[in-house]
Each structure stands twice: as C-alpha cells, then as structure tokens.
C-alpha cells in the first residue's frame, strides 16, 4: 500500500470508530429498529424504508405502527384485500409505494416462502425494491455490507468531503466517497449511524458542528460553510395544473370513485374530477364533466404540490336527496380518512364555503 493509500485508509478508520463510538452511545429509539444485540425483522426494515420515502420519521410512524399492528407479518400483509391497504396507506402519499408494497409482499410469500432474501441482488429484483431500498435491508436486517445513501447520508458525505459537483450529478460521486467508507464492521450499524447522524447533527439548515463526532475531519466545517453543501444544481420552475372536484354529499356521505389502478393516487378513493390541465377551467367545460345532473354551484379550490407540478382544483358541491348518482358512498368522517390528502383537504372544510352549505 503506497503512504498516500495508507494515510487515507488510516483516516477511513479513525471517521468510521468515532461514528460508530457516536452511534453506541446516541442512536435514536425508533419503532423498527431492533434493540441492541438483537437481530432487525427484515419485513420491519423494508417497511420502514418503504414509508420513509419521500416522508419524514414523525409522519411516517403513527403509519408503521398502525400496518405493523394490523398486519404483523410480509404474510399477513400480502393477504390483506388491496383497497383495505390503499385505505391505511392514505395520507402517506406517492401511492405507487402503496402498490408496490402489495406487490413486494406478494412475491415475498409467493415465490420465497414468506422470506426476504438476504443478498441485494436479490431484494432488487422484488417490486418496489431499488438500489437504496436493497442496500438498506441487506445491511440492517442482514447485516451486510452495502452502500446506503440516503438524503440524510447525502448531505454528510457531501459535506465531509466539500463535494462541488451539484446534486443531482453529484449523487455518483458522493455513492463513490460513501462506498470507500463503507466495510464489513457492523455494517447495520454503520448505515444508521451515518442517518441518525444526517438528521440530528448535520441537518439541512444549521448543523451542530461542535456536537459532530466527525467536526475534525469535515472539509466543509473547515471552508467555513458547511451549510452549502451539498451545492444544489438550478431548480427548473414546477408545472402547475388546474382541475375540477365534484362534492355530491348525501345525509351525511359523500360520493366518491375510485382511481384507475395505474397512475397519479392509482386505486385511491377519490372525488370525482375533470383531467387535470395547464388552463384553468371554465363553468361550462366544467359541468359537462360531472359525475351526475345536480344543482352544482362553485364552492371554492384548494391547492395541492404533487413531485412534479402543482395543482389547483376547484370545487363544485351539490346535494343529493337519494344516493341513487353511480358513485360509492361513504360517510364524510371515513371520507377523510381514506381519501388522499389532497381531497381530504376540500373533505375537511379547506375550501372556501359558507357554513352549512354542502
């Protein structure tokens, strides 16, 4: 080994012994992480990445629990009916992870025996399951070794070693500088270590330098702006969509439908709208549209963020006096519960209404 490796390799071992002395004494307790010494459930672990896609740890907790409760086993959720699923996942967002957690448990108990395999290769070839997804489980649940970056891991390496090359053409580079860290000492470990370490320490906005096990070796703490890292390239302006939601209620339900299975909240309930487009809807256009002859009137819009663009839905409300319109009934308060939030916000009364009114 040349000095210049030698001294590197040296330097790997002294971050990854303070990081793991750091983890030992200030792990987070968290709902799916095994007790210390004891072996991590796989099905646990793949579910809890799965909810924490794209979704903080508060949110997706009072979920995890609520499935785990319900559902103990991969065995027990790939039995579960697919609308009763979509129905607890609601609120979580990304509903495609909702399908593809079907889909993933299905296989499990199908074609491994109700067992998650072991090896990357492998859990990649599971739906739902990508390069994260597998490298996670593989090191938490089996322990491992694997390179798991998540956005929390992102941003320490980037600023551990002052990355300049912007996110998202920068996520090549920092895998690398991750990968190099990695070994084959507590690999579950270290891939939680470097996560609780991303959220409680090196967090976005204001990290806690002087708290940091890794403050002395950091590259961006010593340019003096640890914050700017990791450099974002220039955000392209978001799209934004107008549409059209339907409010039928009826003594006390609502009247929904169900999504087509593929795309955008596929398989949710939903309140019947329009397509949803660049130009906003006119009254006319609207009314042609809905889902039943009624008195309609305009009730307001609420306005929804989705990954990719925004949304501005208007809402037209009627009332029914039989629930005889070709739609699935439920009452207002199960409404809200299982709808998707972006119609739970119109269910809840975010829109502008007179009180009273349907």
Avoid at 238 to 254: E, M
Avoid at 288 to 304: C, K, L, Q, Y
């Amino acid at each position: 080994m040349s000095p210049v490796a030698k001294s590197l390799a040296n330097v790997s071992a002294k971050i990854r012994a303070a990081l793991l002395s750091w983890y030992d004494d200030n792990a987070r307790v968290l709902p799916w992480r095994a007790p210390r010494g004891a072996r991590a459930d796989p099905y646990r672990v793949w579910l809890s990445e799965i909810m924490l896609q794209q979704t903080t740890v508060a949110h997706a907790t009072p979920y995890f629990i609520a499935f785990t409760r319900r559902w103990p086993t991969v065995r027990d959720l790939a039995a579960a009916p697919d609308a009763e699923v979509m129905a607890a996942w609601a609120g979580l967002g990304y509903y495609a992870r909702a399908r593809n957690l079907l889909a993933c448990a299905k296989a499990v108990t199908q074609a491994h025996g109700g067992e998650f395999p072991g090896h990357e290769a492998a859990l990649r070839t599971l739906p739902g399951v990508g390069a994260y997804t597998a490298a996670a489980i593989a090191a938490i649940a089996f322990n491992r070794p694997a390179t798991v970056v998540d956005g929390n891991v992102e941003r320490v390496i980037a600023r551990l070693y002052a990355v300049e090359t912007p996110i998202p053409a920068g996520k090549v580079e920092i895998a690398g500088l991750a990968g190099a860290l990695s070994s084959a000492e507590r690999p579950g470990d270290w891939a939680q270590a470097m996560m609780d370490l991303g959220s409680m320490i090196c967090r976005p906005r204001e990290p806690l330098c002087p708290r940091c096990p890794l403050a002395e070796f950091c590259l961006g703490r010593a340019g003096g702006e640890p914050a700017a890292f990791p450099r974002r390239a220039e955000v392209k302006a978001r799209p934004h969509r107008h549409g059209v939601a339907f409010r039928l209620t009826c003594n006390g339900s609502i009247g929904l439908v169900r999504r087509p299975p593929r795309g955008l909240l596929g398989g949710m309930l939903a309140l019947p709208t329009t397509a949803w487009r660049e130009t906003p809807w006119t009254a006319s256009e609207a009314l042609a549209e809905a889902p039943t002859e009624a008195n309609w009137r305009a009730a307001g819009e609420v306005e929804h963020v989705f990954t990719h663009f925004s949304l501005t839905l208007a809402i037209y409300a009627a009332k029914s006096d039989s629930p005889d319109a070709p739609l699935i009934w439920t009452p207002l308060g199960e409404a809200v519960a299982v709808t998707p939030s972006l119609f739970a916000k119109a269910l809840r009364g975010l829109l502008i209404s007179p009180p009273g009114r349907a």
